[in-house]
């Protein structure tokens, strides 16, 4: 059973416009939502990450949106640049430094 | 600072052989975790360590995957008798201490493991 479903797989997006990429989990305990950024051969990298505490969390063009009734969050990339092409992942984890569970991904790919 | 270390990046093996795969966490970072990352997918967690304990091993496939940190710094991810099915990325990842609510996982570029 899948924790976090992750849409869409896919996605293509004019330079300037905003890409959206929702996340809806499962779990009530899950307590920390992190999304992250990974380019081909390299790790993931943390983005921004927000606690069920509160409802929106902004870091320059990024914005998580977070549901807790719907148990769904999102991120909001503005002004997208084709320097933000690559493949991002929602993950979320209980209390603590406890093991991340991850989506399945979405490939954005900005285009000029 | 220095980040999360793997090596080697790449490792070609042939099915039957055993691997060993290496993590160098940030210094000082107590929470060291193993994740398999097949093509195309999310990660996957393996296991992961608070110091040099193994707090969770539920993730590890089969008896022929083993992980063990023993002076509570660098990692080693063990695979006996290498499967196609084992091949993947393999990514580390670890974390500071915590006073609660959890601190932010670091990851390493991980190793591409291909069994042929």
């Known amino acids: 059973q899948q924790q976090v479903k992750q849409s869409p797989q896919s996605l293509i997006v004019q330079k300037g416009g905003i890409s959206i990429i929702n996340c809806a989990y499962e779990?009530?305990?899950?307590?920390?939502f992190p999304w992250y950024q990974q380019f081909p051969g390299k790790g993931p990298a943390l983005l921004i990450a927000i606690r069920p505490d509160v409802s929106e969390k902004k870091e320059g063009r990024f914005t998580i949106s977070f549901n807790k009734s719907a148990k769904q969050f999102s991120l909001h990339i503005m002004d997208s640049q084709p320097g933000d092409s690559a493949t991002y992942f929602c993950a979320a984890r209980n209390s603590g430094n406890t093991p991340l569970v991850f989506g399945k991904g979405t490939r954005l790919s900005v285009i000029a | 600072g220095a980040g999360v270390s793997q090596s080697p990046r790449y490792k070609v093996a042939k099915r039957g052989q055993d691997v060993a795969l290496r993590c160098d966490p940030i210094?000082?970072?107590?929470?060291l975790f193993w994740y398999q990352q097949a093509l195309g997918q999310g990660p996957e967690f393996l296991t992961y360590f608070q110091n040099e304990a193994q707090l969770d091993k539920s993730g590890l496939p089969s008896d022929r995957f083993f992980a063990e940190r023993p002076e509570g710094s660098v990692s080693t991810l063990k695979i006996q008798r290498t499967q196609q099915e084992d091949s993947a990325v393999y990514l580390c990842?670890?974390?500071?201490?915590?006073?609660?609510?959890?601190?932010?996982?670091?990851f390493g570029q991980g190793t591409r493991l291909t069994v042929v």
């Open positions: 990842a670890s974390s500071p201490p915590s006073t609660g609510g959890g601190t932010e996982a670091f």
């Open positions: 210094s000082g970072h107590v929470s």
């Open positions: 779990n009530t305990a899950f307590d920390y």
